[in-house]
């Protein structure tokens, strides 16, 4: 199975979560090219950011440290992609705006995760590991939630996020998650906002 030792949704290999999501989600919203872009982006992201210094981008969270901190640290990451991607996007490079926005959707779908409640703490890919933690996470994750899923949801928020539809909220993350393919778990959390804001203007020309 092609899922990681984080516990990501899987983006690399025959099985395509975090692509599938965006194209029933945005298939009819973007355009080929920004479909392309928003997809390729969610293997690119998982293949460059596997370090433990990077749990917070995939909603974990780091050894020893608090949920609500790496929340506070996702909710940052979050919001200067979008803002970054939509002054891209306002300069007219719409290619590397998606690149960018695609960051924050991954972000946001891997919080959605089974594997991923309530910031859980990511471990390396370790021997010891193998089977006390990288089997479970691939049983966790290795199917699409479906439509009308959270993942689905938060998919669709990015992009009005980016858009302008909807205005960025202090905190991106719900305390919800879809626990498998037939409904939805829940759990509990510490909201983490980052008191962030962002004066640029939205993606849409």
Excluded at 48 to 58: F, K, L, P, R, S
Excluded at 106 to 124: I, K, R
Excluded at 132 to 153: I, N, Q
Aim: a neutral charge; hydrophobic letters at 30%.
């Amino acid at each position: 199975m092609h899922t990681d030792s984080r516990g990501q949704w899987p983006s690399v290999g025959p099985l395509k979560v975090h692509q599938e999501i965006i194209r029933r989600v945005l298939g009819g919203r973007v355009t080929p090219e920004q479909l392309r872009i928003l997809m390729q982006g969610q293997e690119d992201f998982d293949r460059g950011t596997q370090d433990e210094v990077y749990a917070h981008m995939h909603a974990m969270r780091r050894r020893g440290e608090k949920r609500q901190d790496a929340r506070r640290k996702a909710n940052r990451f979050i919001r200067q992609q979008i803002c970054i991607a939509r002054r891209l996007a306002a300069e007219g490079h719409t290619a590397d705006a998606m690149r960018n926005l695609a960051q924050a959707i991954h972000t946001l779908q891997d919080s959605t995760s089974p594997a991923h409640a309530n910031f859980d703490v990511a471990w390396e890919p370790t021997s010891s590991n193998f089977f006390t933690r990288l089997l479970p996470h691939e049983y966790d994750e290795y199917f699409d939630p479906g439509g009308g899923s959270v993942a689905d949801e938060l998919t669709l928020r990015a992009w009005q996020y980016f858009t302008g539809e909807l205005n960025m909220p202090a905190d991106f993350f719900v305390d919800e998650f879809d626990l498998n393919k037939y409904g939805r778990g829940y759990f509990r959390g510490t909201p983490g906002p980052d008191g962030g804001g962002c004066d640029c203007k939205s993606g849409r020309r």
